[in-house]
């Protein structure tokens, strides 16, 4: 059972518009929230994150919303550029346990 | 400050055997988390080690260990290798800020088993 869901597999935007990522969970233990952004044959990097007690954080151009009463949190990405075009994983964590629970990932292509 | 390395970065064994991959993790980072991503199941925990200690562990079965150093290098062993351990085998290093785990990933080893 997938506890973290993207249900879009994939995502295409042009160049400086607004991308917008969603991610769904269904553990209402879960209290920290991250996004990775991923390159084929490469880590995830770390992009932005979330703890339950917000609902909003901010990083340049990355904003991460959550709404903990629908189990929903995105990302949004303004304005988007080529450079963002990669895989984006949703990944959730409970304080007590370290690991992290990723989605599968979507993948993202900005156009010129 | 260096980031997550880990070593070697390509493998190719043969079913049956036994691989070693190693991770070192950020300097001051004392949590090093493996994470095994395949096409089919994407990214799953295998364990967790804090302290030389494994503090967590995932849903694989025991052919999969690992351990840590008292300097916080990590290693994680497979064996009796299967088709189907072919993956990418990441690590990851934390940082605790606020009371809340952020986990910076290294490049990754990718295995092949033939």
């Known amino acids: 059972d997938q506890q973290v869901k993207q249900n879009s597999p994939s995502l295409s935007v042009q160049e400086g518009r607004i991308s917008i990522l969603n991610c769904d969970y269904t553990?209402?233990?879960?209290?920290?929230f991250l996004w990775y952004k991923k390159y084929p044959a490469e880590g995830p990097t770390f992009l932005i994150s979330?703890?339950?007690?917000?609902d909003k954080n901010e990083d340049g151009r990355f904003t991460v919303f959550l709404n903990k009463s629908a189990k929903h949190l995105s990302l949004h990405i303004v304005p988007s550029q080529p450079g963002d075009s990669a895989v984006y994983f949703c990944?959730?964590?409970?304080?007590?346990?370290?690991?992290?629970?990723f989605g599968k990932g979507t993948k993202l292509s900005v156009k010129p | 400050k260096a980031g997550v390395t880990q070593t070697p970065r390509y493998l190719i064994k043969t079913r049956g055997q036994q691989v070693t991959l190693s991770c070192s993790p950020i300097?001051?980072?004392?949590?090093v988390s493996w994470y095994q991503q395949t096409p089919g199941q994407g990214l799953q925990f295998l364990f967790e080690?804090?302290?030389?200690?494994?503090?967590n562990k995932g849903n694989f079965p025991g052919r999969f260990s690992g351990r840590q150093f008292s300097n916080s290098r990590s290693e994680m062993n497979v064996s009796t290798l299967e088709l189907g351990d072919s993956a990418l085998y990441l690590c990851?290093?934390?940082?605790?800020?606020?009371?809340?785990?952020?986990?910076?990933f290294g490049p990754g080893t990718r295995l092949l088993v033939l």
């Open positions: 990851a290093s934390s940082l605790i800020t606020g009371g809340w785990e952020t986990q910076y």
């Open positions: 553990n209402s233990m879960f209290d920290y």
């Open positions: 979330i703890s339950s007690i917000k």
């Open positions: 990944a959730a964590s409970h304080r007590s346990q370290g690991n992290l629970i």
């Open positions: 300097s001051g980072h004392r949590s």
């Open positions: 080690y804090f302290s030389e200690t494994q503090r």
